[in-house]
């Protein structure tokens, strides 16, 4: 599996990597990329599988941000919003926007 980490924090990244190694996920392939402006040239190169998109990288532009990275996903890849919030009206909304699904960092499991 091909996936795409947009994660400023390093520690965070990491994190989210040993969490997928210890998951069911069979030889996970991980690229990691530190700036939102990087996220359209991955995609558009490579074929990834899954990206998990730190929503505090989206500066307050979250609709913007997500339905532009779904509208250049040639590869229909699937968006994971990473959020800190535990507000299900956020993660819905993010959802609407394009998202296919959210996950509360701190509460980011193998399961």
Do not use: H, W
Request: proline share 2%; with cysteine.
């Amino acid at each position: 599996m091909n996936i795409l980490i947009v994660e400023d924090k390093l520690e965070d990244a990491r994190y989210l990597q040993e969490v997928i190694c210890d998951s069911k996920i069979e030889n996970p392939v991980f690229t990691v990329i530190n700036k939102l402006q990087d996220t359209e040239q991955f995609l558009y190169k490579d074929n990834f599988d899954i990206l998990f998109l730190d929503l505090g990288l989206l500066e307050c532009q979250e609709e913007k941000m997500i339905k532009g990275i779904a509208q250049y996903n040639k590869f229909a890849t699937a968006i994971i919003v990473l959020t800190e919030s535990e507000n299900v009206e956020c993660g819905t909304k993010l959802i609407s926007y394009g998202a296919q699904d959210y996950l509360v960092k701190n509460r980011i499991t193998p399961e």
